[in-house]
């Protein structure tokens, strides 16, 4: 497959170089350019995220707490969950990929709410910085959870700002929830029926959907917890007359939906990636779309699944332990339709589709030992053990930011007008694959032996899987910083992609890489299929625009 | 009904007027749905702990004023209809009437926070606020009856806030319409905001049954 070359010398104009001033950035409410601002800032504190990881690793290193005390150490994990939840997973692909993608995808020429696009994004930066600010100065240590009534009584430390910065940041994600729903209602081109969207917008659709039903009930118990803080109103705390397991069920009515927010958009890009890179449809389209409807629908109903411990009801046990292995059949509808798509498939075995096959190897993994923590008996043997964390890293990690690293390779090319470098990004890929299977498979382990979570004292015996898991660690850190140096390098030396380098189906593939300000010249009209592969084998300019001009209306 | 030669505002990402109606609705009703949950929250929250403490809590609201409380019932319901009235007459473009139901509307809503202002001043001085201060009795019912005027203020206050949101709102609004803004020619921003004002009042029909009517 070869790189279409633009005609030499010729400068378009395009959403990059439409303003070079750093209002210009600040001010904009091109979605695209939205993207971009979100792209630098969630990288960020991908890096502060990750460097903590790095310190919680290094500390495991050896059986003693020799390199912080067990407050820090609190602090230390606390914050790398703050930060990798809350700032990185879930605006990661939504507000990056997302942004840049959907009214490109629906083929409009920006998000309904351009205006509250940009506000989200400031939400996010007040947020980010408010929370950061308080875990840099005084840390956190009741862990990303923030259960009372530890939180709302006895723990010294900044709890009141880093829930503070949470609560704002979750408007954020609600701006872009409405504005993707309002979007994907309401802006679709002229023949773009429902079953035409692409799946990257079905999930998009199904994630927005939780976020606007989930995020306002954390926000305002989150809020409660503050006022139990500050005002001593005693809502949680069962010395003021309140009960904190209330609190961990509206908790979890989010937080455990809050998974899908992470990883359902990760699953839209497989479906994108998977499909171009084999050259067929997408196997079963709408089982794939539904079921990440269904996916977020029965979502909502297994929150119960984190207390099988705290003493809730056997019979509400039961029906959670039930409705969790339910979810698993719309998530394996998703991982054997995929496996179908690429089989006799023409394979094309770019960067993205070993980030493909990475992530559906691992959320496998991720997925099948979900089912050892919803059911009642063995729950209970590895509750809080790091059986639990290497199984979420799994979802998390393996999936979301394996879906995020396939879904930035795929698009770079449209969002920057250059191709990255193949062959290192492979290689990086298999770091990435490798690097992460070797920390995070020693955990079952260590989880499965008694392990607890949040402790850096443990027996000698464990040292060995601890290193093994702190060695894959640096590794994985290797694997994500390779990837900051080559894509930037790509930005001047990449060759030019061309409107379409992949040959991809969909409408942001009929426009110029990178886009013109308001992405069409006129209002595309949709007549087939998505995935229409079978229609077009060879890479090509399906459709490159009229010229330079933009058109003004 | 709208005018057929309604002077267009068109945003450039929308194809037409018409398209932008419906985002703009539709956006509005996704707002509200996330405006339920916040309350449901809340809601959620209060039911469970009045059906543990349910004796206590219904010892608890004999202290609420069950008749400033029906009053505030009235003035929000009659803000609804005076908010019908302003959108039914920005729909046949009178800008004049549009106005005079409009701050009849704020009247009402400004009407209804000061009578919530009493309220709160009576809990205050009968040492009902939640904290060092608050006192109950008889003293076994202490600790629910703080829970329940924590509860109180939480759900009371959050909608108080909405209250004054919407009334800020109405004030912008009105001043818009008084200097014949183009933005407020079309009657859809009218609805918009008439929308949430009745969201604002069906979250008090709510919470007053909840709060002030508990069943023996």
Known sequence: ?553 | MVQEQAPQNVSLQFEDVHQQNESYIVGMWTFLVTEIMFFGAVFATYLVYRVANHTAFWEAHLRLDIPLGFINTCVLLTSSLTMALTVHYAQRQMPKQQLLWLSVTMALAMAFLVVKGFEYHHKYVEGLIPGPNFRFEPAEYFRPAQLFFSLYFAMTGLHALHVLIGVLVMAVMAVLIAIRHSSVQDFIPVELVGLYWHFVDIVWIFLFPLLYLIPR
């Open chain 1, 1 to 553: 497959m070869s790189v279409t070359v633009a005609k030499p010398g010729e400068v378009r104009h395009n959403y990059l170089n439409a303003g070079d001033t750093v209002l210009s950035w600040l001010l904009t409410t091109d979605h695209k350019r939205i993207a971009i601002l979100y792209l630098v800032s969630v990288s960020f504190f991908f890096l502060v995220g990750g460097l903590l990881a790095g310190l919680i690793r290094l500390e495991l290193l050896t059986p003693q707490g020799d390199l912080m005390t067990s407050e820090n150490y609190n602090r230390v994990f606390t914050m790398h969950g703050v930060v990798m939840i809350f700032l990185f997973l879930i605006p990661v692909i939504p507000a990056v990929l997302g942004n840049f993608l959907v009214p490109l995808m629906v083929g409009a020429r920006d998000l309904a709410f351009p205006r509250l696009n940009l506000a989200s994004w400031y939400l996010y930066m007040a947020g980010g910085l408010i929370a950061t600010w308080a875990m840099v100065t005084g840390g956190v240590d009741t862990g990303w959870t923030f259960y009372p009534p530890y939180s709302s009584s006895y723990s010294t430390s900044q709890v009141t700002l880093t829930i503070i910065g949470a609560f704002i940041i979750g408007f954020s994600s609600i701006a872009t929830g409405i504005n993707f729903i309002v979007t994907i209602h309401k802006m679709r081109a002229p023949g773009l029926t429902w079953f035409r969207l692409p799946l990257f917008i079905w999930a998009h659709y199904a994630t927005s959907v939780i976020i606007v039903l989930g995020t306002p009930v954390v926000a305002i118990t989150l809020l409660l917890v503050v006022a139990e803080r500050v005002f001593r109103l005693g809502i949680f705390d069962p010395a003021l007359g309140g009960d904190p397991i209330l609190f961990q069920h509206l908790f979890w009515f989010y937080s455990h939906p809050a998974v899908y927010i992470m990883v359902l958009p990760a699953m839209g890009v497989i479906s994108e990636v998977v499909s171009c890179f084999s050259r067929k449809r997408v196997f079963g389209y709408h089982f794939v779309a539904f079921s990440s409807v269904a996916i977020a629908v029965i979502g909502f109903l297994v929150w119960g699944h984190h207390m099988f411990t705290t003493g809730q009801s056997v019979y509400a046990g039961m029906v959670f332990s039930l409705l969790s292995f339910l979810v698993a059949v719309p998530s394996a509808v998703k991982v054997f339709n995929w496996t179908a798509t690429m089989y006799k498939g023409t394979i094309d075995l770019r960067a993205p589709l070993l980030y493909v096959m990475g992530f559906i190897g691992l959320f496998v993994i991720g997925g099948l030992t979900g089912l050892f923590l919803a059911a009642l008996a063995t729950d209970v043997h590895l509750q809080d053990t790091y059986f639990v964390v290497a199984h979420f890293h799994y979802i998390m990690v393996g999936g979301t930011i394996l879906g995020y690293m396939a879904g930035l390779h795929f698009w770079w090319p449209k969002i920057t007008g250059r191709m990255y470098p193949e062959g290192i990004a492979k290689l990086t890929a298999l770091v990435i694959f490798a690097g992460f299977n070797l920390t995070f498979l020693p955990q079952f382990v260590l989880g499965f032996l008694g392990m607890p979570r949040r402790y850096h004292w443990y027996p000698e015996e464990w040292q060995m899987l601890h290193v093994m898991s702190t060695a894959g660690a640096f590794l994985l850190g290797i694997g994500f910083i390779l990837p900051v140096f080559y894509l930037l390098w790509s930005l001047r030396t990449g060759a030019l992609a061309g409107p379409n380098p992949w040959g991809a189906t969909g409408l942001e593939w009929k426009v110029d890489s990178p886009p013109i300000t308001h992405n069409f010249e006129q209002t595309p009209i949709v007549t087939e299929e998505p995935y229409a592969y079978d229609n077009h084998h060879e890479p090509e300019e399906v459709f490159s625009g009229t010229g330079a001009s933009t058109t003004k209306r």
